[in-house]
T-cell receptor
Framework: DVKVTQSSRYLVKRTGEKVFLECVQDMDHENMFWYRQDPGLGLRLIYFSYDVKMKEKGDIPEGYSVSREKKERFSLILESASTNQTSMYLC????????????FGPGTRLTVL | QKEVEQDPGPLSVPEGAIVSLNCTYSNSAFQYFMWYRQYSRKGPELLMY????GNKEDGRFTAQVDKSSKYISLFIRDSQPSDSATYLCAMSPTNAGKSTFGDGTTLTVKP
């Protein structure tokens, strides 16, 4: 079974803090994704990566950066957290040449005070 | 206007009812269509995957794609309380990489 794990289920941070969200997948997938999910706004793509050290902006990259130094790990960084970044963050992965289905992690509920 | 529009719900039905969940889209390049199910406080998981137009059945679930109308549906027969979840449609022009997701429809099946 594909497993995508996220470092924290719940996180509370203060405005201005630098926040790291970590995601690890164990199926050697090339593609990895970071989304945020908000009521009424659905699932919005922040960044995705199609290979180590490669990244592409999604629909809402402002205020976020990413890092992919190893194939299995994709990190989302909030450089200076703000209250409007309070959200559910979901990581996903899929293989480059296979079916276009994404395997999601359990999510991190981030609250910025 | 969003590329993918999904009936917002929420939807509440009695156990045993037939449920219809729907999405429309504007990008005619979409060829791969997926339905994900997301239980509360969990990540989405793939439920159905279809390519191009037609129907696909898996147990109590049927996915239907009408590319001429740019309309996809998920039918759930004999709905159960365990089907209570948020259902997200997703679609893509290729069989790899990114998908575009609908906002999700929250379904509650009451015993």
């Amino acid at each position: 079974d594909v497993k995508v794990t996220q470092s924290s289920r719940y996180l509370v941070k203060r405005t201005g803090e630098k926040v790291f969200l970590e995601c690890v997948q164990d199926m050697d997938h090339e593609n990895m994704f970071w989304y945020r999910q908000d009521p009424g706004l659905g699932l919005r793509l922040i960044y995705f990566s199609y290979d180590v050290k490669m990244k592409e902006k999604g629909d809402i990259p402002e205020g976020y950066s990413v890092s992919r130094e190893k194939k299995e790990r994709f990190s989302l960084i909030l450089e200076s957290a703000s209250t409007n970044q309070t959200s559910m963050y979901l990581c996903a992965s899929n293989p480059a040449g296979g079916l276009n289905t994404q395997y999601f992690g359990p999510g991190t509920r981030l609250t910025v005070l | 206007q969003k590329e993918v529009e999904q009936d917002p719900g929420p939807l509440s039905v009695p156990e045993g009812a037939i449920v219809s969940l729907n999405c429309t889209y504007s990008n005619s390049a979409f060829q791969y269509f997926m339905w994900y199910r997301q239980y509360s406080r969990k990540g989405p998981e793939l439920l159905m995957y279809t390519y191009s137009s037609g129907n696909k059945e898996d147990g109590r679930f049927t996915a239907q794609v009408d590319k001429s109308s740019k309309y996809i549906s998920l039918f759930i027969r004999d709905s159960q309380p365990s089907d209570s979840a948020t259902y997200l449609c997703a679609m893509s022009p290729t069989n790899a990489g990114k998908s575009t997701f609908g906002d999700g429809t929250t379904l509650t099946v009451k015993p």
